[in-house]
């Protein structure tokens, strides 16, 4: 069964960093590529970022360039979203979602996490 | 990256048919055929209905189908149930590895 469990959300303040992680399991973790997707509270589903199977490819929604950065250890099953220079509209829902195949080009997400909360407030 | 323009509600009674558009540019919608719909019911985390514009993963009923045309895309819900009470979002690959959702469609089952 595939499995996406993320973690490390919370409450900082703003300009402050953040790292969240993403564990994988019941797949080949190698053979995908990976993305973050995130939801403000009662808003919509807003991409963030995606990386391909071996890192070789990596995009970002313009509202997070510069501040993210997104990577993956495929040893340890893991992705990684590093935040920095937060802002209160970074404060959402955050998931963890595969892509169907180890490019991101013309790629679907076809398994979700649950989400982890970043809330960003002084 | 402007979000794809979807209508806020939709809604039809138990039985009888909706259908959602997703408005994008010759950039995103109308420039791949990589649109995919997913459905988010409160609380939980989105499920993929539709992918490739028309395409159903294993499991989702032949009820949901998909279509584009130009710049616009649509999911269709025939024979509505209970069920199918969510929201509804389109997203579309935007070329060099990025990818834009739709602002996202409140179903109603009246």
């Known amino acids: 069964e595939v499995q996406l469990v993320e973690s490390g959300g919370g409450l900082v303040q703003p300009g402050r960093s953040l790292r969240l992680s993403c564990a994988a399991s019941?797949?080949?973790?190698?053979?995908?590529?990976m993305n973050w997707v995130r939801q403000a509270p009662g808003k919509g589903l807003v991409w963030v970022s995606g990386?391909?199977?071996?890192?070789?490819?990596?995009g970002y929604a313009d509202s997070v360039k510069g501040r993210f950065t997104i990577s993956r250890d495929n040893a340890k099953n893991s992705l990684y979203l590093q935040m920095n220079s937060l802002r209160a509209e970074d404060t959402a829902l955050y998931y963890c979602?595969?892509?169907?195949?180890?490019?991101?080009?013309?790629?679907?997400?076809?398994?979700w996490g649950q989400g982890t909360l970043v809330s960003v407030s002084s | 990256q402007s979000a794809l323009t979807q209508p806020p509600s939709a809604s039809g009674s138990p039985g009888q048919s909706v259908t959602i558009s997703c408005t994008g540019t010759s950039s995103d919608v109308g420039g791949y055929n990589y649109v995919s719909w997913y459905q988010q019911h409160p609380g939980k985390a989105p499920k993929l209905m539709i992918y490739?514009?028309?395409k159903r993963p294993s499991g989702v009923p032949d009820r949901f189908s998909g279509s584009k045309s130009g710049n616009t895309a649509s999911l269709t819900v025939s024979g509505l149930q209970a069920e199918d009470e969510a929201d509804y979002y389109c997203t579309s690959y935007a070329g060099s590895n990025n990818f834009v959702f739709g602002t996202g469609t409140k179903v109603t089952v009246l």
């Open positions: 490739e514009v028309s």
């Open positions: 979602a595969r892509s169907h195949d180890y490019s991101l080009h013309g790629a679907h997400f076809d398994y």
């Open positions: 019941g797949f080949t973790f190698d053979d995908f590529a």
């Open positions: 990386i391909t199977w071996n890192s070789g490819s990596i």
